[in-house]
């Protein structure tokens, strides 16, 4: 996955630069990510496990 990050990294810029940019959050999540890692990327967020994507996914679009 540590592979990944620059895909990733570059993945956000271009959503940023030619896609929906700041309307979309990106998470990311698994075992060798974290806030560190979330920041490198240029991620919005990183997520422990499923639980807590839904739990911030459902905050971020206001659905109880």
Not at 9 to 22: A, H, N, S, V
Not at 41 to 54: F, I, L, P, S, Y
């Amino acid at each position: 996955m540590t592979t990944a990050f620059g895909d990733i990294q570059e993945c956000i810029r271009t959503l940023d630069k030619e896609g929906p940019g700041k309307d979309v959050k990106v998470l990311t999540g698994g075992g060798p990510v974290d806030e560190a890692t979330c920041k490198y990327v240029g991620a919005d967020h990183v997520c422990r496990n499923a639980q807590e994507t839904v739990e911030y996914s459902k905050k971020y679009m206001e659905v109880q």
